[in-house]
């Protein structure tokens, strides 16, 4: 099992989400996040002040999936997040030692 962690613009969403039921992905956890790479935040003006934004908002998925879907649930991602422009996120694939469902003590991919 691998778990994908994907930081990605809030407006994406819906759009990603999407695709993923598509494929049957029946499960992700988002968690609304701030951050800054590359981009190091910028500048706003509010009420003819102009002030810094060091961390814009985004959103990060995780979901946990079988390891021979990883690369189409990572294709689908960077193909829906993405803008072409600076600060579209990024991907993270990390393996999974164990997943367990509480309710009934599935483990395994029968957890997922």
């Not at 951050?35 to 500048?43: I, S, W």
């Not at 908002?57 to 991602?77: F, G, R």
């Amino acid at each position: 099992m691998k778990k994908i962690e994907a930081i990605i613009k809030p407006f994406k969403l819906d759009e990603v989400k999407a695709a993923l039921n598509e494929v049957g992905i029946a499960g992700m956890t988002v968690t609304e996040v701030k951050g800054f790479g590359r981009q190091r935040g910028h500048k706003e003006i509010y009420r003819g002040a102009e002030y810094q934004v060091d961390f814009i908002p985004k959103m990060k998925l995780e979901i946990v999936v079988e390891e021979t879907i990883v690369a189409t649930v990572v294709k689908i991602i960077m193909e829906k997040a993405s803008t072409g422009s600076i600060g579209d996120g990024k991907i993270f694939v990390l393996p999974v030692e164990q997943a367990v469902r509480i309710r009934t003590g599935e483990s395994g991919n029968d957890a997922i």
